[in-house]
């Protein structure tokens, strides 16, 4: 493996520095694995219970990277540069279903999924020239997270084919870090997600249409600081398809959601990435609404199928990435931003 990068920084005083990056052979190593037993026990049209046990592992020994790294305006001075980074991950995870066939078409649905994540991730990077150690850098993050989520859904079916099901989804994570990169920093950051939704699907004539609603808490705290957030959001949806002769239809669906920080983008420890360069999250992210609207066509006639797609969406303050001048140092950070908008289409 090698990579190619060229990057072009102006600073505030005017001055600039044009960099590249050109690759020589490296070496990759990846690694995936897993498994899951699973137990599951039912009486036809009454009950089912389903539990199952799993590990999933991902391994990355080796994604060294080796480059010649020089300014464009002074191609002589080639400054050998190293690469070399290792990651594990293990993730076992426990997950229990059971739902009931309840009396006057009812149905009860209840799921429950406990997972454990270890990651640990170890990064040298150096930069010589003539033999001369210019940059010297070592990092390295174990971290442990706790993840717990409980889901239930209830479901009536109602005449003329309608149904209304409602739920409750709850997601609790604790997340412990540990940073190594010359000084060492420990975080314990708690997030939480709860939401309440109901939903109604129903027909008349040729329109069958689906009108949901929910509202959702998101909660956040970094213990030891006064990094935190509390929110409240309104999330409503709806799907409308009207058959059409044959088997097409056209279908519009409208969502609107909301979109949570990583705790890994809220820690604000900082990482050395080169010499030029650090990356430091922003414990002041915020969550953001995401707006969906998408409109399909579908036609079949024999063995010809024809599918049209469009979709737009708006994302109002998304958390993207930005840079900023600090010192000598350019800091590479996420923040909310303007916005983001997408159009789509497909044939």
Request: proline letters at 3%; aromatic letters at 16%; hydrophobic letters at 25%.
């Amino acid at each position: 493996c090698w990579r190619t990068n060229e990057e072009s920084f102006l600073f505030e005083d005017g001055s600039s520095l044009h960099r590249y990056e050109k690759g020589q052979s490296g070496h990759f190593q990846e690694l995936n694995h897993g498994g899951s037993f699973t137990y599951n026990y039912q009486e036809p049209d009454k009950y089912l219970l389903n539990a199952k046990l799993g590990y999933w592992g991902y391994l990355q020994p080796h994604t060294d990277y080796r480059s010649e790294l020089y300014n464009v305006e002074y191609p002589d001075h080639v400054t050998d540069m190293r690469d070399n980074n290792n990651t594990y991950t293990h993730r076992p995870y426990v997950d229990l279903y059971y739902q009931q066939n309840l009396k006057h078409k009812q149905f009860l649905a209840l799921n429950l999924v406990g997972t454990y994540i270890y990651t640990d991730s170890r990064r040298t990077y150096q930069e010589k020239q003539n033999d001369l150690l210019l940059t010297g850098i070592y990092s390295g993050v174990k971290g442990n997270k706790y993840s717990v989520i409980g889901e239930g859904i209830y479901e009536k079916k109602l005449a003329n084919g309608n149904r209304l099901s409602t739920g409750l989804r709850h997601t609790q994570s604790f997340s412990n870090n540990e940073y190594r990169n010359g000084h060492n920093y420990d975080t314990h950051m708690n997030q939480a997600e709860s939401s309440l939704y109901g939903e109604f699907k129903g027909k008349v004539r040729k329109l069958d249409y689906t009108l949901g609603v929910g509202v959702s808490r998101s909660y956040y705290k970094q213990d030891g600081t006064d990094d935190s957030y509390q929110y409240y959001t309104f999330n409503p949806r709806f799907t409308l398809q009207y058959a059409l002769p044959g088997q097409s239809f056209v279908r519009l669906r409208g969502y609107v959601g909301n979109s949570s920080p990583s705790l890994g983008n809220l820690s604000a420890i900082e990482q050395v990435i080169d010499s030029l360069q650090l990356q430091r999250g922003n414990p002041q992210l915020e969550a953001y609404m995401r707006y969906r609207l998408a409109l399909t066509y579908e036609f079949q006639k024999g063995i010809f199928y024809t599918n049209l797609d469009g979709a737009y969406e708006y994302l109002p303050n998304p958390i993207m990435d930005e840079k900023f001048q600090e010192g000598n140092k350019i800091i590479q950070t996420w923040n909310n931003q303007k916005n983001w908008q997408r159009v789509t289409g497909s044939a």
